[in-house]
């Protein structure tokens, strides 16, 4: 069945400048997980949504970030006023439910590269 | 606050011989622990996990980790290693009371011919 899909692939963006990623996580999972990867370090986490809602945003680095999910379905990470420290490659993953024993299954990430 | 630190940046080994990678994790308690590989230009994907039951945990392509909590090791080996097995390995905690995973700084695994 399909997976964890993202898109753009790849996004280069200038300085300043607004960008959306898109998720779309395996249909009919609860839980859906937002992650960055900075070059050569592990994963970050963002943000974490149970349906549509979000009880954790802890992970959000400023408010430039922010994320959306409609419908338990689809997911946008939108960061404002792009900076060049944003430049890293962003994950998702989704989980049929919360929880550690569920297992969460990544999708191949959005590149990100502000210029 | 729950944490995995991976021992070494880099492992270098011969195809055929053993796979070892290390990890330390730091939990007040018994914490939710993984390891994921991810390939060059290809997702996370999940190789084990250890939620408190065995503490002997067998994952997919002959990979194994063992629970150590008086060492507070998580360390991952394979009997033998293969050139297919050249990618990046991560040490997870899911910390207690949250839902997202904490990931380790990685270690890339390359095989050598």
């Known amino acids: 069945g399909a997976g964890v899909s993202q898109s753009p692939s790849n996004k280069v963006t200038e300085k300043g400048k607004d960008v959306e990623l898109r998720c779309d996580p395996i249909s009919g999972h609860t839980a859906l997980y937002w992650y960055r990867q900075r070059l050569g370090q592990g994963l970050e986490f963002l943000i974490y949504?149970?349906?549509?809602?979000?009880?954790?945003k802890s992970g959000l680095p400023s408010d430039r970030f922010s994320a959306e999910r409609t419908g338990e379905s689809v997911s946008t990470l939108t960061i404002q006023r792009t900076q060049q420290e944003d430049s890293a490659v962003y994950l998702c993953?989704?989980?049929?439910?919360?929880?550690?024993?569920?297992?969460?299954?990544f999708g191949p990430g959005t590149r990100l590269t502000v210029t | 606050a729950q944490s995995v630190t991976q021992l070494d940046s880099h492992v270098s080994v011969s195809e055929g011989t053993p796979v070892l990678l290390r990890c330390n994790y730091s939990s007040s308690y018994s914490p939710s622990l993984f390891w994921y590989v991810q390939h060059p230009n290809k997702g996370l994907q999940l190789l084990l996990k250890y939620t408190s039951a065995a503490t002997l945990v067998k994952g997919i392509n002959g990979f194994e980790a063992e629970f150590k909590k008086s060492e507070t090791s998580f360390h991952l080996t394979k009997p033998s290693a293969h050139m297919s097995d050249a990618a990046e390995y991560f040490c997870v905690v899911s910390p207690t009371g949250r839902r997202a995973l904490t990931f380790g700084s990685g270690t890339r695994l390359q095989v050598q011919p």
């Open positions: 993953a989704s989980s049929s439910s919360s929880g550690s024993r569920y297992e969460q299954y």
């Open positions: 949504f149970q349906g549509n809602s979000a009880p954790d």
